[in-house]
Nanobody
Framework: QLQACGGGPVQAGGSLRLSCAFSGRTSWRFVMAWFRQAPGKEREFVAAINWNSRATDYADSVKGRFTIARDTAENTVYLQMNSLKPEDTAVYYC???????????????????WGQGTQVTVSS
């Protein structure tokens, strides 16, 4: 199970940190990712991190502004979002998958485990 939290309203230029706790015996081995979905749009990849935090990937739209990190001991993944823009407004979902090659990290269909989503609203 994944439980995401940390969303809310924020003004443009502000920051938020999302967190997602993942429970499970072997969850520390999983690739963990964040996706987002804005109204009327498809779910899109935001960021992903491998099990030992040595590899991360980001969507071009968030590079330099967002940072993904994980605490393996706590089975928690974080998304630090800085310099937020109105176009970042979306429901943010965390996802996890056990065996996933890096080229598939941005594919939402590659993930079997999903959190419930947390709303982020950025006002101008």
């Amino acid at each position: 199970q994944l439980q995401a939290c940390g969303g809310g309203p924020v003004q443009a230029g502000g920051s938020l940190r999302l967190s997602c706790a993942f429970s499970g015996r072997t969850s520390w081995r999983f690739v963990m990712a964040w996706f987002r979905q804005a109204p009327g749009k498809e779910r899109e990849f935001v960021a992903a991190i491998n099990w030992n935090s040595r590899a991360t990937d980001y969507a071009d739209s968030v590079k330099g502004r967002f940072t993904i990190a994980r605490d393996t001991a706590e089975n928690t993944v974080y998304l630090q979002m800085n310099s937020l823009k109105p176009e970042d407004t979306a429901v943010y979902y965390c996802a996890a998958e056990g065996t996933l090659i890096r080229s598939n990290w941005p594919q939402s269909t590659a993930y079997d485990y999903w959190g419930q989503g947390t709303q982020v609203t950025v006002s101008s």
